[in-house]
């Protein structure tokens, strides 16, 4: 063999090249050195190729570019596999790429070889259909790799990597404090979990007040109250990096692993036929005493798990996964805990994605209603709630996964459209006995179409009693079920039966396969 050729003069055997191989893989591994991950160990926090041996499955990892290194002169030996470690592995025997942002390396920051590595590597995951991991953090780009008109039309976005159509399960973790890239990744992932104490954010505070002069906290600024409650950009909390790493691997059980299968099915001995008698006492009779949504979904789904998404978001519509006999399903359903469960401009920003997010991942959707209406008024007209509330139902008519509806107590107006009612394209819509389903309630619709009869009523009181009888009659769901408007009134303590044997026959020809007509709607949405 003529070494030479390859510049390796000073080897004179395999070995030698094989053991130079192995020097070199073992240095990349110590990554920024001995003393910055001992800081890292020092504030609490997981190295990145510890996070990773932590995630995946044990002795699955296969690591790609660990020889990388930054191209920028005088650089080279100070950036191991350029800050970012990248590779192919197992969870739970499922087969994913897993990236993990080096902190003990230029801080996290990234370079050209690191963003070329990161884009190579997630083309290749979109093409072979395997879902993505980021555990992320870092101080966005590099400036020396980003300046000058070479270094930032190299680093920009590629309409590859934004047109890509959720064809595999993108899922981020905000491990540490994150800046321009890993921001970007995680609002247009699929799901985002971000750790408490990080900070997530275009730039952060040191550059921000010197571009503008604007002095604010690291929490002020993108702490997890403020994407947990306020923005949505992430869709749940964690209290350290092994809870959150747990919670990605939890919303990753529900997804199938790319958009041409369906979602993983799980073993239950959960009787798909069980009578749930607790409902009974869980939802009240009178209509205008509050309850926990979340205590009846628990009861009738499987095993009484389920994985809530964006609890602290909207907090008058619940959204979350859960099984129906070992099924994965999307569940939208209105919290009376909160405004009675009327919902606004959050709730339906948090509607929309979910269901794009299941249809384009062939999640069939369950929608239990008890919602009065929508939070109308100067304030939801400033926030654009009639735009809201069309796209709401836009996304609703785009959907083409099984869906299945049941009226639990009040579903007034506008919003029995928006919760999947007749002519949304429901599988099946039924009731309870104890529906109301009407223009607007009672009260309402009766101080606006009587008031002024009942201000000159000499007995107002028993004529308004009258009144209220006549229109809680007309409100219940026995009209529209005998002229085949919805399709049955059901005994509340059915409610697990007619879900699971619905689906059954909703999934008989393809599934639980979409069309995915809303896999290109925005990610945000």
């Not at 609490?44 to 990388?68: Q, S």
């Not at 030996?77 to 902190?103: F, H, M, N, T, W």
């Not at 990744?185 to 604007?214: N, W, Y």
């Not at 689906?503 to 809303?518: F, H, I, Q, T, V």
């Amino acid at each position: 063999m003529n070494h030479t050729s390859f510049g390796l003069r000073r080897f004179s055997s395999v070995e030698e090249l094989i053991a130079d191989l192995a020097r070199r893989k073992a240095k990349a591994k110590l990554m920024g050195g001995p003393e910055k991950v001992e800081r890292e160990h020092n504030l609490g926090k997981y190295t990145a190729r510890e996070r990773i041996e932590k995630f995946v499955d044990p002795g699955t990892f296969m690591e790609l570019g660990i020889l990388n290194h930054s191209d920028q002169p005088g650089a080279e030996v100070k950036s191991p596999a350029d800050g970012y470690i990248c590779g192919l592995a197992k969870i739970e025997g499922r087969p994913v790429l897993v990236q993990a942002a080096d902190k003990t390396v230029f801080a996290g920051a990234e370079g050209q070889v690191y963003i070329r590595k990161a884009r190579s590597l997630k083309e290749y995951a979109v093409k072979r259909g395997i879902p993505i991991f980021e555990l992320a953090e870092g101080g966005g780009l590099r400036m020396p790799d980003g300046m000058g008109s070479d270094g930032i039309s190299a680093s920009l976005p590629s309409r590859e990597g934004l047109r890509h159509g959720r064809q595999v399960p993108h899922i981020v973790g905000i491990m540490g404090d994150s800046f321009g890239g890993p921001t970007w990744h995680a609002v247009t992932s699929d799901f985002a979990v971000q750790v408490k104490g990080t900070c997530m954010a275009v730039g952060g505070p040191r550059m921000l007040e010197i571009a503008t002069g604007e002095k604010i906290s690291n929490e002020d600024l993108g702490g997890w109250k403020l994407h947990s409650e306020k923005t949505a950009q992430i869709d749940e909390v964690a209290e350290n990096e092994d809870e959150c790493m747990e919670k990605m691997k939890e919303f990753f059980s529900y997804m199938p692993l790319n958009a041409t299968e369906e979602p993983p099915f799980r073993p239950t001995n959960d009787d798909p036929h069980r009578i749930v008698d607790e409902v009974l006492e869980i939802v009240p009779t009178k209509r205008n005493r509050a309850y926990d949504m979340t205590k009846l979904i628990k009861t009738i789904v499987d095993d009484g798990k389920f994985f809530e998404i964006k609890p602290l978001f909207g907090r008058a519509l619940i959204t979350g996964f859960a099984h129906l006999n070992g099924r994965s399903v999307g569940i939208i359903a209105n919290q009376p805990m909160r405004f009675g469960g009327a919902a606004g401009p959050d709730e339906c920003d948090k509607a929309i994605e979910f269901i794009s997010l299941c249809d384009s991942f062939h999640l069939p959707l369950i929608f239990l209603h008890d919602i009065p209406g929508f939070r109308i008024g100067s304030k939801g007209e400033q926030q654009r709630i009639p735009s809201k509330i069309m796209a709401w139902n836009q996304a609703l008519a785009y959907s083409t996964v099984p869906k299945l509806s049941v009226i639990i107590r009040k579903s007034i107006g506008m919003a029995y459209s928006n919760m999947c009612g007749p002519g949304l394209g429901a599988d099946f819509v039924v009731a309870w006995p104890t529906a109301e389903i009407n223009f607007t309630g009672p009260e309402v619709g009766i101080n606006v179409v009587y008031g002024n009869q009942l201000i000159d009523s000499e007995n107002a009181s028993e004529e308004r009693k009258e009144l209220l009888n006549q229109w809680s009659f007309d409100s219940s769901p026995y009209k529209a079920a005998a002229k085949h408007l919805i399709d049955d009134v059901i005994d509340p303590r059915d409610t697990r039966k007619f879900l699971c044997q619905s689906l059954e026959y909703a999934c008989l020809k393809n599934g639980s396969k979409s069309e995915r007509l809303l896999a290109t709607w925005p990610s945000l949405y």
